[in-house]
């Protein structure tokens, strides 16, 4: 059994989620996670990962509930630790795992928000002034790509003859095609024929010829939300959720929706017939327009 430093172990753990191929921005949320856990522990006079407890670990949990809000920020941080110190004695780099008696907090599941026929109307019709926008709510409403997906859109993705969008993500390493309807495909057609001229492959730009990043979009979208008069409390995933709801309502099947949306797990996508009063499977629907 190695003496391993805290450390050192963080290195180790580090190393190892690279060498599984995980994504980069999966493993930049690990590390940072396991990070903020050893500066924690350090404090608190621990030098060695043999010498974590797992009262330790219950403690920094209560630090962290103190710190952040929000149960699923915990939960996701005491996950962390629990794959950290996993693979610390999966790996025999110590003699026991401290953190099998750390529980998880429960989480309150939130329902997703789908927005009805008069909302997204009305915030089509708030957006008609400015294209890119408009563009851009008709793009996550029609394929329900992810705002980060969206961001990271390039000019070569848009397949105007195929009637479809590539999509690769860094966050879930899945790489998929989803349909453009006749709604996106105007929409983004109109948007290009005013996109400013730039080196810059990706589709969505600032009127400064940078990339338009996820927060000013999301903040965009705020905006564009209030204006609508669509209430407090709605984001830009309810436009994803409302995508899906309606596929669904459409009959489309789940396993087809699930895979356009790029979801991971099949689970994940039928809480979503909550929503939905399927109609009869009728191989000849094609993708809803909203």
Known sequence: MSNLTLQESEQKFNDHLKQTGK???????YAKDIEQLVEFLTAQGKIEAETVTGNDLEAYKAYLTQVYRSDKTVSRKVNSV?????YLN??????????????????????????????????????????????????LLQTGMRISELASLRLSDLDFERNAINIETEDTGINRQVPMNETAKKTLQAYLKVRPRAREKVVFLTKT??????????????????LAGLGTGIKVNDLRHTFI???????????????????????????????????????TIKIETL
């Open 23 to 29: 994504a980069p921005a999966t493993i930049i949320a």
């Open 245 to 283: 709801v309606e596929q669904l309502r459409a009959g489309l099947p789940m396993v087809y929706v699930s895979k356009i949306v790029g979801h991971k797990r099949l689970t994940t996508t039928e809480k979503y017939l909550a929503f939905v009063q399927l109609p009869d499977y009728d191989p």
């Open 82 to 86: 629990k794959s950290f110190f996993r």
């Open 209 to 226: 010829c940078k990339p338009f990043l996820v927060r000013n979009i999301r903040k965009s979208l705020d905006r564009y939300f209030r």
């Open 90 to 139: 999966d790996n025999k780099l110590i003699s026991t795992n401290p953190s099998r008696i750390v529980t998880q907090p429960q989480c309150e599941q939130t329902p997703p928000r789908v927005l009805s026929k008069t909302e997204y109307r009305a915030l089509r019709d708030a957006c008609r002034g400015d294209i890119r926008m408009l563009a851009i709510v008709e793009t």
